[in-house]
């Protein structure tokens, strides 16, 4: 197998993952919210009611369901990929933004709950049970990747280093689209 290079190409290739899995899990979000009747705003980071307030308590918690969802979609489809189709280590990016991208989520719900932790108080199982669970269910698929792709333990590390990196731009670029859409209204 050839060697795997974090290089201009791959890091390109990773940030295009990171856009695309907050876009996908928005989407989900999006979609989830649509389905209950809630006109939906949809931006990079974020996703919510028109009307700031939705129609039922489960069109709330089954918006919340749409992005986890998704995001769990997204890495099952590209473990498929690379485990049948293709060995390409570029789609490898595809697998490690979700991972990095939950892994921070359940991080960040110990300073406010994010989807899985609100979802998971709604159920009465704990704050982070499900946050834990699809944390570790994506990164046990992000293991058999890496196994399928020989992923040695420095291109994991740079991916995280990038990975943390593209998260703060994506936040940024979303901040700003925050700024515009209330300047609209």
């Excluded at 949809?42 to 069109?59: C, E, G, H, Q, W």
């Excluded at 269910?137 to 992000?142: A, E, M, V, W």
Aim: overall charge positive.
């Amino acid at each position: 197998m050839n060697k795997k290079k974090f290089n201009l190409k791959y890091s390109v290739v990773l940030f295009v993952a990171f856009v695309i899995t907050f876009l996908f899990h928005e989407f989900g979000h999006w979609l989830f919210g649509t389905v209950t009747g809630n006109k939906m705003i949809m931006t990079l980071n974020r996703t919510y009611p028109v009307d700031i307030k939705y129609n039922s308590i489960f069109a709330e918690y089954f918006m919340k369901s749409g992005g986890p969802i998704f995001t769990i979609l997204q890495s099952i489809i590209f473990l498929y990929l690379i485990k049948y189709i293709t060995a390409n280590y570029y789609f490898y990016a595809f697998v490690f933004a979700p991972i990095l991208m939950r892994v921070l989520t359940v991080l960040l719900s110990f300073v406010t709950p994010q989807d899985e932790a609100q979802i998971s108080n709604f159920l009465g199982i704990g704050t982070f049970t499900l946050p834990v669970i699809i944390a570790l269910l994506l990164l046990y698929i992000g293991y058999l990747c890496s196994i399928q792709l020989d992923i040695k333990w420095k291109f994991n590390l740079m991916n995280i280093l990038y990975g943390c990196f593209f998260i703060i731009v994506i936040y940024f670029i979303d901040d700003r689209i925050q700024i515009v859409l209330k300047n609209t209204q």
